[in-house]
């Protein structure tokens, strides 16, 4: 079973507060991603990394941030929240750098409430 | 046209039926096709992975691959109530992962 670790499950938080989503995977994947779903929507990639210190921007714009400092975390922040951020963002990871020679392994995500 | 397509649904089924789950997709570049299953408020769960054409079977899970179609499928066979859930194709290849929208199914007790 996949060891991919998501905190806090939920936030509610008010407009304009930083927030940060915790990641963490113990498989020793390479490769990390942050999804965003809205309710019965399908996932849009948001960010992803290749390993230590590489971070890429995904299909889906977002005012979001993320660092790849450790291999084993990739933590998500948002400077200014707003009730457009409202969503479940989920983290995965894959232990292979073949875009799609690995499936992806996931958290069972934040659900984010702006108000 | 999106890269893969799969209908949203609701499929409701009754219980015990045999369920069938589709993706169909344009891009020949996709080598790799998985299955996931993700339930309200949770993570996908992947349920299947296979990156060549023909079946593969996991106890009641069968997923088909048909290249040659450019079409995939996930069979579930003795469907139960606990089956009912978001089912979410993915495909992979060297230009990276796609999702389908995903199926919502309900099996009926």
């Known amino acids: 079973e996949a060891d991919i670790y998501q905190t806090p499950r939920y936030l509610v938080i008010g407009t304009g507060k930083k927030i940060t989503l915790e990641c963490s995977q113990t498989?020793?994947?390479?490769?990390m991603y942050w999804y965003q779903q809205d309710p019965g929507m399908e996932l849009h990639l948001i960010h992803y990394s290749y390993g230590v210190n590489s971070t890429e921007k995904g299909d889906l714009s977002s005012e979001s941030t993320v660092s790849r400092i450790r291999t084993e975390h990739f933590p998500l922040t948002l400077e200014s929240a707003r009730p457009s951020h409202t969503s479940q963002y989920l983290c995965?990871?894959?232990?292979?750098?073949?875009?799609?020679?690995?499936?992806?392994?996931f958290g069972n995500g934040t659900r984010l409430t702006v108000t | 046209q999106k890269e893969v397509e799969q209908d949203p649904g609701p499929l409701s089924v009754p219980e015990g039926a045999i369920v069938s789950l589709n993706c169909t997709y344009s891009n020949s570049a996709f080598q790799y096709f998985m299955w996931y299953r993700q339930y309200s408020r949770k993570g996908p769960e992947l349920l299947m992975y296979t990156y060549s054409s023909g079946n593969k079977e996991d106890g009641r899970f069968t997923a088909q691959v048909d290249k040659s179609s450019k079409y995939i499928s996930l069979f579930i066979r003795d469907s139960q109530p606990s089956d009912s859930a978001t089912y979410l194709c993915?495909?992979?290849?060297?230009?990276?992962?796609?999702f389908g929208k995903g199926t919502h199914l309900i099996i009926q007790p």
């Open positions: 995965a990871s894959s232990e292979s750098f073949a875009p799609g020679g690995s499936p992806l392994h």
């Open positions: 498989m020793g994947h390479d490769k």
């Open positions: 993915l495909l992979g290849g060297a230009d990276g992962l796609t």
